[in-house]
């Protein structure tokens, strides 16, 4: 069940996937959005933490939804009580968490292209592979790790498993 996934490489949420899992109407969950999202505009200019949308539903009508960042959620969780309502609570927030990771293995790519841009010499080339195969790695085995966040699990794994295995022929050359 893909709980959290990347929107606008933003984690976030749906309010079908909230409604689902929380066990809501998704027209009352709906109504319940608007009005926090008109007294958190109230209270917080420029605060988007619940973006209005449309999907399509069995009958291919367009349907009102929204799309909902780890803060909203938070917001509209808090409504939610019982033993059950936390449970879920804990796997979101989970979920937030492991896409915050992943965004941020990402983003450790960048200075060691940066550090390589600045520098010609050989050592820099050697320095840039090592760290280059160290981030696919750890990215790979991260990958590997939290496959249920991701709609197409069999694919990461996939793909994970064939860069790791190219691995030991990256390093010989």
Avoid: W
């Amino acid at each position: 069940m893909e709980l959290v996934k990347l929107i606008d490489n933003q984690p976030m949420t749906t309010s079908l996937k909230v409604a689902e899992v929380f066990g809501k109407e998704h027209d009352d969950l709906l109504r319940k959005i608007q009005k926090l999202s008109e007294d958190v505009k109230d209270v917080r200019k420029n605060a988007e933490m619940f973006i209005s949308g449309v999907y399509r539903d069995n009958y291919d009508r367009e349907q009102p939804m929204y799309e909902i960042t780890r803060d909203g959620f938070t917001l509209l969780a808090m409504g939610f009580t019982g033993k059950k309502a936390l449970q879920f609570k804990l796997k979101y927030i989970a979920a937030f968490n492991k896409m915050e990771r992943m965004l941020n293995e990402i983003g450790s790519l960048a200075p060691i292209v940066y550090n390589l841009r600045d520098s010609h010499s050989y050592e820099a080339l050697d320095k840039f592979c090592d760290d280059l195969i160290y981030h696919i790695c750890k990215r790979s085995v991260f990958l590997i790790e939290n496959a249920e966040c991701y709609s197409d699990k069999k694919k990461i794994l996939k793909a994970s498993n064939r860069i790791i295995k190219k691995i030991p022929c990256l390093i010989k050359q």
